[in-house]
């Protein structure tokens, strides 16, 4: 059984829809038959049967891969290089295209060259991953794929908002919004997410401590999935991690982009956010004397750094305090 698909689009002969293996099939429920089962199973398999099951999501997705359960808005995939991030994104939208009744969808990436190349005609985008028989037609002058039941995939760059504002939606994929240069795309596909009675959308991307990113995570509404590269190892090149993944292990950035961690702390910063959280202190003394300071941006546009505020103050001994609404950090 390969570990994933081998098909040139195209090459194989399609089977008709209406073959259909039983619905609960899963790699796990293989996996737990005894060899001579397994082997019984694979051999009775009519050529259909084995098209449906190489096309068959369910089958090959590790659970962080298939859509979480309940009421959420956006599913954001926090995960490292390599993790398999836009190939749940593309299979996320094919089952929503074909199996939730989903008939507007929007495709944003990073540039329109992003959303083309990886997005729509990359080795995990949706072309790929469609099954032959029911594969959307991708017109791009357009900038529109087509499903045979009527299903439409606009594809957008998140270089330019503005084609984003208007046009509704009732799904949404945006691949590596980390990357992303303009908040206002994310914004303006959120305000146009309004068609159907349940209008959902994907965030698959290798996380940066960005404004975006960071308002995204803190959203009502948002389910948050992390997983880090080594989970899709046996679908990667073993000199990816040979050559690619062993130099960033241990640094800064493989915290980033290999474990997809969220990391707040500027390298060579005096203070961390780890000794700064082991001097926190529920209640801080009576303080003489609080001073506060201003870090203005200075400039205001998209890209403009947030203001800094901050207040300090000093007790009657040694002390002094960091004041953070309802808590402060100790910092003698
Ligand atoms: N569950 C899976 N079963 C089989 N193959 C998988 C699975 N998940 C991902 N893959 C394959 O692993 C490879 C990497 O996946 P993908 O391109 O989606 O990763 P990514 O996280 O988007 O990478 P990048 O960080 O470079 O954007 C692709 O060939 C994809 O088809
Ligand atoms: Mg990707």
Redesign the pocket.
């Known amino acids: 059984m390969p ?2 698909k081998t098909h040139s689009p195209g090459q194989m002969v399609s089977p008709s829809t209406s073959v259909e293996l039983q619905p609960r099939l899963t790699q796990s429920w293989f996996d737990s038959l005894p060899v001579k089962k397994r082997n019984q199973f694979l051999s009775n398999l009519t050529d259909a049967e084995a098209a449906n099951l190489e096309y068959r999501w369910s089958w ?3 659970s962080k ?1 298939i859509a979480p359960l309940g009421d959420w808005t956006t599913w954001l995939l926090l ?1 490292g ?7 749940t994104g593309a299979e996320w939208v094919r089952d929503q295209v074909e199996n939730c009744g989903k008939r507007r969808v929007a495709l944003v990436a990073a540039t329109a060259a992003d959303t083309r190349d990886v997005m729509v005609e990359g ?2 985008g949706l072309l790929e991953i469609c099954p032959p028989w029911n594969r959307p037609k991708y017109e791009p002058s357009k900038r529109r794929l087509t499903w045979p039941n009527g299903a439409l995939a606009t594809t957008y760059s998140a270089d330019e908002p503005k084609r984003l504002r208007g046009p509704s939606h009732d799904c949404a994929w945006a691949d590596e919004l980390a990357a992303w240069r303009y908040d206002e795309a994310w914004d303006n596909l959120m305000l146009g997410l309004r068609l159907g009675t349940d209008p959902r959308a994907i965030v ?1 991307t ?1 996380p940066k401590p960005n404004k975006l990113v960071k308002s995204l995570v803190a959203e009502e509404g948002t389910v948050i999935v992390k997983g880090t590269t080594y989970e ?1 190892r046996q ?2 090149a073993e000199r990816f991690f040979d050559k690619i993944i062993r130099r960033y292990e241990g640094t800064r950035l493989g915290r980033q982009e290999l474990d997809a961690e969220l990391l707040d702390d500027r390298p060579g910063a005096l203070w961390n956010s780890v000794m700064l959280e082991d001097l926190r202190v529920k209640q801080h003394p009576e303080l003489v004397r609080i001073v506060g300071a201003i870090d203005p941006a200075i400039s205001n546009n998209e890209g403009s750094d947030e203001h800094g505020i901050i207040f300090g103050g000093k007790a009657a001994g040694k002390d002094g305090h960091l004041l953070h609404p309802g808590r402060s950090i100790d910092a003698r």
């Open positions: 570990q994933s090959w997705a590790r891969q995960a290089r390599g993790f398999g991030k836009t190939r080795e995990s698959t290798t899709n679908n990667l």
